[in-house]
């Protein structure tokens, strides 16, 4: 893969319940590239409690950045983080203001798809940001979504906005 693979070719991946395509000016090569990010950063994760490892990998709108986080739970279980909070906390720790996220990829078996927690987290920063959920052990396996999909109707910061 060649680091600017570029926006010019849309990737044809469809809504998981429209079928409408919904993956756009993102290529093949920068999915992949954030699905593997996401399965090799899960082996990092902290799970000792539930065993239930995630990793998460963000891309940025460049379309080469990639930030990697995992689950790390606590003996205090409510203090536990999930991998795609994780990783997007990382983001903006590391760009701040530039954060600009195209999309993230989720590594979890069984397939699993981000937290009522996460997909606020998520909706944060952009109800356009792809998802893509994979199971590490089956990379066919996967299902793909928007931030909108997964929190409609969501509360976000256009409201306060108003
Ligand atoms: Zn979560």
Redesign the pocket.
Known sequence: MTKKAGWNRSYALRNFQSGEPVVKNITPDQIESIVDTAIAVRSNAYAPYSNFLVGAAVLLADGETIISGCNVENASYGLSI?A??NAICQTVAQFGQKTNIAAIAVAATPLAT??G??RQFIAEFGMDIQLICVDPNDKTKRNHFTAEDLLPHGFTKDVLDR
Do not use: G, K
Request: neutral net charge; hydrophobic residues 15%.
């Open positions: 999930c795609e909070r981000p937290c927690a996460c």
